[in-house]
């Protein structure tokens, strides 16, 4: 997959396309979250959270939290995890 121009976000469109499967971003793929300094993507959970590493002060910076939160996504018990908060999410609802 390439990766593409920098992705709003904020637009109502582009969460619906990540919702509905027809857009597909790639982890670091650069998008924008209300801001006029970028972020980098890193995944949506099935619940469609949106896990992104944002500016915090200098790329550098940034760049720590995507590397950190990237390394999360690897954990083989956060898929677990987040499929228990899932079905209480549904069966509370």
Known sequence: MRFRKTVDLWDSGNITRLLDGSLRLQTGQWVRCGSDKLSRFVRM?????????????????????????????????????????????????
Do not use: E, K, Y
């Open 45 to 93: 959970l099935p619940c469609g959270t949106i896990h992104a590493a944002h500016w915090n002060g200098s790329g550098a910076a940034r760049q720590s939290r995507f590397d950190d939160l990237r390394g999360l996504c690897v954990l083989p018990h956060i898929d677990r995890i987040q499929s228990a908060v899932d079905s209480v999410m549904v069966t509370t609802h």
